[in-house]
């Protein structure tokens, strides 16, 4: 059976998070693993500085989420208490799991001083060896129904195109692809113009319900956060661009991922001829 691995921090966010993933998970007919990291507790910490209580302090919350969540989840409900870095940890364990998704709250400080938001999260995004969905705790819906599909001129960024169908067939949701026209350069308008109508019927091909529109600015973060803003929109997907030195992904992604209102599905690009990696491109 699937398995989801949700990352648990015990914010309010992290909880958010898990609302969404189980919803996500009874569409995929899925188990869902949650993992808390310990780590040594910082001197401003409201718990006692040890690992033990760290520990049981975790698995006591985790058993109340058990409590709270197993009877909304159609199939099994797990939870893991791992020992070491945050992000390396969580991955482990969507590795281990071989998960489907990965699902993590962004944002909120909990009483164990984890940060999801920051350098975690982005190493998350870009360690992650499954798709992964960032949720920040301003998204309260029960569900997911319209997804924005953004089209740059990147040679990557048709290549989400499969998975996005995958998920928009689970949900029964509809896709908006959205062409995003960050320069005035006939050629490159022309390139993205043809992806977009290109993704649009394989769409079509597949039954799944598709729109198009074309939007424009000067950065294609902002283009697709303003256009999220203005339409009432359920999921964004994109790619994960990333420095390849430093394994974080990219600002432009980050910017998604920090303001978007929506859940941000994450897909990494595989290698292609060209150097660059755009965060929207497939």
Do not use: W
């Amino acid at each position: 059976m699937s398995e989801i691995v949700v990352a648990i921090d015990f914010s309010s966010c992290s909880v958010n998070a898990m609302k969404t993933a189980v919803n996500i998970a009874n569409a995929y007919d899925a188990n869902i693993t949650m993992v808390h990291v310990c780590k040594p507790c910082s001197d401003e910490s409201v718990y006692a500085e040890t690992q033990d209580a760290h520990y049981q302090e975790a698995e006591k919350r985790f058993k109340d989420m058990v409590t709270d969540f197993s009877p909304l989840l159609k199939n099994k409900l797990r939870y893991k208490i791992r020992m070491g870095k945050v992000y390396s940890e969580i991955v482990n364990e969507a590795k281990y799991n071989e998960a489907i998704l990965l699902i993590a709250g962004t944002h909120g400080i909990s009483g164990f001083e984890e940060y999801f938001i920051g350098s975690n999260a982005y190493r998350l995004v870009s360690l992650s060896p499954c798709p992964m969905i960032t949720i920040r705790t301003v998204f309260q819906k029960k569900q997911i129904k319209k997804i924005l599909f953004p089209i740059d001129s990147s040679p990557e960024t048709r290549q989400k195109t499969n998975f996005a169908a995958e998920v928009a067939r689970t949900l029964g949701a509809e896709i908006r692809v959205l062409g995003v026209y960050d320069t005035g350069i006939k050629d490159i308008r022309h390139k993205i113009k043809s992806y977009s109508q290109q993704v649009k019927r394989y769409f079509d091909e597949q039954g799944i319900p598709a729109s198009i529109d074309f939007a424009e600015g000067k950065k294609a973060s902002g283009i697709i956060l303003d256009y999220i803003s203005i339409h009432d929109l359920d999921m964004v997907v994109m790619m994960s661009d990333k420095d390849s030195n430093t394994m974080i992904i990219g600002n432009e992604a980050q910017r998604v991922i920090n303001h978007a209102p929506v859940p941000v599905l994450s897909i990494h690009p595989k290698e292609t001829s060209s150097a660059s990696v755009s965060f929207s491109g497939t």
